[in-house]
């Protein structure tokens, strides 16, 4: 029997920038194993009829744990159907796809990997961040604010600190404390501009901008929620001219484009 598990992205919201294979693929399915962050308007695009199984793990409650979603991936699969592993943003930038393919190589069964536009990229473009500009950062970091198991930050704070460099965060809201901390230790300063964005890329994000001294207490006063990206560096300044997504005229056309796609995809 030839079956194979998709992998897929679905970014991080916004319907519009899953890719052209990604849709296709999940036109084509007939079980879609997904994340929690996988968005509503995303997951209206799955066909009537397609199974749909939630495998959605939050900080402190999951619904499956890593180990009994690789071993469903493996047995959906030998059951001969064609299953999407559907997950935010892209499998491989902090999606545990990596494993998931290992699980599913060592067990026998072939993959593919569909990229997914990472948060990284997709919400910060969305507020008006570019991570590079020219005299402002030459570079840019990613890393996780959650440590693994719970366990403390294990971070290379000296190499986050430099000055020169735009520094993204995911799930940095459980630790934001000890995130602002080890940046000021390290010599970051406390004036560096900063950004968090709340639910990037769809008709809900909010993009909060403080500075580092201030980001433990902005996201506090403002009940930021998860999924949000912390976003550290001079490049946060560009957002006052840069941002074109939430204003306006330019949401409420994105309400009315989101909803008239949904209603042309289901006719």
Not at 214 to 231: F, R, T, W
Request: aromatic fraction near 6%; charge should be negative.
């Amino acid at each position: 029997m030839n079956v194979k598990v998709f992998l897929v992205g679905a970014g991080p919201g916004d319907p519009d920038l899953l890719t052209v294979k990604a849709l296709r693929l999940i036109e084509q399915s007939e079980v879609v194993v997904y994340d929690r962050l996988v968005s509503p308007g995303i997951l209206a695009l799955i066909p009537t009829g397609t199974k749909r199984i939630y495998a959605g793990k939050a900080c402190g409650a999951h619904h499956l744990d890593q180990d009994a979603i690789n071993d469903l991936l493996v047995s959906l699969a030998r059951s001969g159907r064609n299953v999407v592993r559907l997950k935010g943003g892209d499998p491989f930038v902090f999606g545990r796809g990596s494993e998931e393919a290992q699980y599913l190589h060592q067990h026998g069964i072939s993959f593919e990997v569909v990229p997914g536009i990472t948060a990284a990229i997709a919400c910060t473009t969305y507020a008006g961040i570019p991570l590079t500009h020219r005299g402002l950062a030459n570079g840019v970091r990613i890393v996780t604010g959650h440590g693994s198991n719970n366990d403390d930050l294990d971070l290379d704070w000296q190499g986050m600190a430099n000055k020169d460099t735009t520094l993204v965060i995911y799930m940095g809201l459980g630790n934001i404390e000890k995130v602002t901390h080890g940046l000021k230790n390290a010599g970051r300063s406390g004036e560096t501009p900063v950004a968090i964005i709340e639910r990037g890329t769809t008709a809900q994000q909010r993009c909060l901008i403080t500075h580092l001294n201030g980001m433990s207490q902005c996201a506090l006063d403002n009940a930021v929620e998860s999924p949000a990206l912390i976003v550290i560096g001079q490049v946060v300044e560009l957002a006052s001219e840069l941002d074109w997504f939430i204003t306006g005229d330019n949401l409420v056309q994105y309400e009315q484009d989101q909803d008239q796609q949904q209603r042309a995809y289901k006719a």
